[in-house]
């Protein structure tokens, strides 16, 4: 079974900051690893992901996320924040083989002018 | 740029009314899914199919859901008779085994 965990469903960080979004992730195997972002009133985007190749993965708008086995995480990180990165982000996980995503309940960001 | 679109956008009807919902999946994919978002619940898998056979329905209340996929460009996902608790957004995305899911803008049910 699989599972991820998102710590903080709400997290506010001020405009320029750094953001970052806890994501850890329980898998059996080696798993592919997922973030999306939901802005409101819109379906999800995927914002990158891992696939197991390299552990540091960029994505779009400035956002990357690192892979870390050994804390089985996989945390997402923006340098310094925009006012349009306020939404829902969601961390997935599955694995090669797999169909299913199994999402965490989500982290809602709140960017402070 | 190719999209997941889905029909209607939003619903609004009265309990015990028949609901369909459509999805057009990106063409070429195999697996199209069906979600359920709400406060409450978070996001909740519902259905999925691989190459138009379901594969899982185990998230779908079985008595008044039902998921189908008549041909390859086209996923329904039905609720008879309806009820207030239903009411959510629901999102159907398509992708490949282990890959990308790319999701639709969602119907936003209101059952009252």
């Known amino acids: 079974a699989q599972s991820v965990t998102q710590l903080g469903s709400h997290v506010s960080v001020s405009e320029g900051a750094l953001v970052l979004l806890r994501c850890n992730y329980s898998?059996?195997?080696?798993?592919?690893l997922f973030w999306y972002v939901q802005y409101p009133n819109q379906g999800l985007q995927l914002l990158l992901k891992?696939?197991?190749?390299?552990?540091l993965v960029k994505g779009i708008n400035g956002f990357e996320a690192e892979f870390k086995k050994s804390e089985t995480s996989f945390h997402l990180t923006k340098p310094s924040a925009h006012m349009s990165d306020a939404a829902e982000y969601f961390c997935a996980v599955t694995n090669f083989g797999n169909e299913k995503l199994t999402f965490g309940t989500g982290t809602r960001l709140t960017i402070i002018p | 740029d190719a999209r997941v679109t889905q029909t209607p956008r939003h619903k609004v009807t009265e309990m015990g009314q028949e609901v369909t919902m459509r999805c057009q999946p990106i063409l070429g994919h195999n697996t199209v899914f069906w979600y359920r978002q709400t406060m409450m619940q978070g996001l909740e898998l519902l259905a999925y199919f691989r190459n138009r056979a379901p594969l899982d329905d185990s998230g779908m209340p079985k008595d008044r859901f039902s998921a189908e996929m008549p041909d390859a460009t086209l996923a329904t996902l039905k609720i008879q008779p309806s009820e207030p608790r239903d009411s959510a957004v629901y999102f159907c995305?398509?992708?490949?085994?282990?890959?990308?899911?790319?999701f639709g803008p969602g119907t936003r049910l209101l059952v009252l």
């Open positions: 898998s059996s195997v080696p798993p592919y």
């Open positions: 995305a398509s992708g490949f085994i282990g890959e990308t899911q790319y």
């Open positions: 891992y696939t197991s190749a390299a552990t």
